[in-house]
Every structure is written in structure tokens, then in C-alpha cells.
């Protein structure tokens, strides 16, 4: 999987500008162009058509100035950019542009004009993560660090093929950037009885059994992945599986998470409701989900 052209929503406000360096960043290291889109919103009253088409053609013009002092700025003078705009409803629009113009990776805020309140769920952001068919990263606007500074990249597994899909683009991009790669396995908890159970071995037990499982799941992965100069590191953690992943990364100081939109419970569980949702509102470095 390679990221050739990436697109940045942005909507004006400073918070949605908190994806440009994440972005570029992810373009200098994949060669990437990256496109930035403005979404001009019609307005929501009835106006006489005159009116309408010349609200539209000043919204454009504004966005049009707005893209422009965006690239003049641009911190990688190494990168193409390509400056869009589109007119329509702003979630649905992106998605549109996104599969007509064979994006490969959108990065967007997690918060726009509507402020800190309003997180990536019930926002533009929530709507293109359930409906975009390509990879979408996610950037917190409260995280300050500039872009890849520890080189880490962290992977989370639950031991399907489908979560490992979130494998090869975590590769491709520490290798692009010279990152460490960590892989983490989550054993789950094992229900505790109530009272004594005929044949229970005891949670002790239960446990290791997990552990020696968690380790010789993430050796087989280990082996299966190409021969390649960055640094390879496992980690496995016994506890919910969100907040194992979010520890972990504030503990390793990860720069980006990349995972599956997916896991055990298969197709019909999406990124809402899921141990994916939970790591993206409460990470405190950038998500990469893979669809």
C-alpha cells in the first residue's frame, strides 16, 4: 500500500490546520502529493438564485485566497501541493472527492470550527471515518510535537488477519521514515468465577496460558514480515484493549497509531463502537485507520 495522493479537509479554522504538518510529513516520506480541499457550504435558508450563485462565488473566492496562503506557508518546500475546491455538504463532499479523484490517504482534524467540544464523533470527521473507502488518519490538535520526532509507530493486534491488514502501511511508512515498529498484543482479561468451578485452573493459569499464546502469536508475525533495516519491537499488555493500546503509546511515545478498522468480531462491527472508536477519542497521538 503506498500513499501517492493524500487529501487535507480544511475548513478555515486553526484546528483543522493541526492535520497540515501530519500530512506533509507523510508526503515528504512516501513522495506523495497532497491535495488540499475547502468545502464551501451553501447556506441552509432559501435565497433568490441571483443571491445564491453570488454567495457561492464569494465563498469560492474566499477559499480560493484561504488555499493559496496555505501553500505559499507550506514548511516542506519538497512537497506538492495542490489546492481544491468543492460546493456542497462538507462530510459528503469529501467522501465524493476522495473515491473521484483516487485519493490514497485522507488526514483530517479531529475538530474544526465547532471547537474543542466537539470531538471526531457526531462531526465531519465521525461521518468520513464510517464512510471513506480509503485509509483515514486522524490528528489530535492538543497534540504539539511536530510530526514522526520519536520515530515510532505502533501497531496494535488482536490475533485476526483482519487487524493485521493494518500491517503492511505501518511497515511501508517507518521504513519511509526511519521508525522503530512496535507491535502489541492485548490479551483479554479471562472472566473470573464467581465461586469454586469444577476444572477451573485458576486465572494464575489462565493468564500465563494468554501470555505464552500473545508470544508466539507475535513471533509468527515477527517472521512473516520482510527482512527490513528499522528496529522491531513486541509488547504484550493484559488489560481492556483500548487503554492498553492508548497507555502504551503515551508510555513508548508513539507518533502514530495504525490499525483495523476491523478485529475478531469481523465485518459487521465497524470503527464505531469498537476498540478502534475508543482508541481514537482517547489517543493522544495521531490514528491511522485501515479500512
Known amino acids: 500500500m503506498s500513499f501517492n495522493k493524500i487529501l487535507v479537509p480544511l475548513d478555515g479554522s486553526e484546528l483543522a490546520e493541526a492535520a497540515l504538518n501530519p500530512a506533509l510529513a507523510f508526503a515528504e516520506a512516501q513522495s506523495a502529493e497532497v491535495v488540499l480541499l475547502r468545502v464551501v457550504v451553501p447556506l441552509a435558508i432559501k435565497l433568490d438564485p441571483d443571491l445564491y450563485q453570488r454567495v457561492i462565488d464569494?465563498?469560492?473566492?474566499?477559499?480560493?485566497?484561504?488555499?493559496?496562503?496555505?501553500?505559499?506557508?507550506?514548511?516542506?518546500?519538497?512537497?506538492?501541493?495542490?489546492?481544491d475546491i468543492v460546493?456542497?455538504?462538507?462530510?459528503?463532499?469529501?467522501?465524493?472527492?476522495?473515491?473521484?479523484?483516487?485519493?490514497?490517504?485522507?488526514?483530517?482534524?479531529s475538530h474544526g470550527r465547532s471547537g474543542i467540544s466537539r470531538w471526531v464523533y457526531g462531526s465531519v470527521a465521525d461521518r468520513v471515518l464510517y464512510h471513506a473507502t480509503c485509509p483515514t488518519a486522524v490528528i489530535h490538535p492538543q497534540v504539539e510535537t511536530e510530526p514522526f520526532?520519536?520515530?515510532?509507530?505502533?501497531?496494535?493486534?488482536?490475533?485476526?488477519?483482519l487487524a493485521e491488514r493494518a500491517l503492511k502501511p505501518a511497515l511501508k511508512l517507518?521504513?519511509?521514515?526511519?521508525?522503530?515498529?512496535?507491535?502489541?498484543?492485548?490479551?483479554?482479561?479471562?472472566?473470573?468465577?464467581?465461586?469454586p468451578v469444577p476444572?477451573?485452573?485458576?486465572?494464575?493459569?489462565?493468564?500465563?496460558?494468554?501470555?505464552?499464546?500473545?508470544?508466539?502469536?507475535?513471533?509468527?508475525?515477527?517472521?512473516?514480515?520482510?527482512?527490513?533495516?528499522?528496529?522491531?519491537?513486541?509488547?504484550i499488555s493484559a488489560s481492556s484493549v483500548a487503554?492498553?493500546?492508548?497507555?502504551?503509546?503515551?508510555?513508548?511515545?508513539?507518533?502514530?497509531?495504525v490499525?483495523?478498522?476491523?478485529?475478531?468480531?469481523?465485518?459487521?462491527?465497524?470503527?464505531?463502537?469498537?476498540?478502534?472508536?475508543k482508541t481514537l477519542r482517547g489517543a493522544h497521538c495521531a490514528t491511522l485507520v485501515i479500512r
Open 149 to 161: 520526532t520519536h520515530k515510532r509507530i505502533m501497531v496494535p493486534l488482536d490475533g485476526s488477519l
Open 174 to 195: 517507518a521504513q519511509a521514515v526511519s521508525a522503530e515498529l512496535v507491535l502489541l498484543r492485548v490479551t483479554f482479561m479471562p472472566l473470573i468465577p464467581p465461586g
Open 87 to 109: 460546493v456542497g455538504k462538507a462530510a459528503k463532499s469529501i467522501i465524493d472527492y476522495s473515491q473521484e479523484n483516487e485519493i490514497d490517504l485522507i488526514v483530517m482534524s
Open 58 to 83: 464569494n465563498g469560492q473566492k474566499v477559499a480560493k485566497t484561504y488555499l493559496d496562503s496555505i501553500r505559499a506557508r507550506s514548511p516542506y518546500s519538497s512537497a506538492r501541493l495542490k489546492g
Open 259 to 277: 490499525m483495523s478498522s476491523h478485529g475478531r468480531s469481523g465485518i459487521g462491527r465497524w470503527v464505531f463502537g469498537s476498540e478502534t472508536e
Open 199 to 235: 476444572g477451573w485452573p485458576g486465572t494464575e493459569v489462565v493468564m500465563n496460558e494468554g501470555e505464552q499464546e500473545a508470544k508466539a502469536y507475535l513471533q509468527r508475525v515477527r517472521e512473516s514480515l520482510p527482512d527490513s533495516p528499522i528496529q522491531l519491537r513486541v509488547h
Open 243 to 257: 487503554e492498553s493500546i492508548i497507555d502504551m503509546a503515551d508510555e513508548l511515545q508513539v507518533d502514530l497509531i
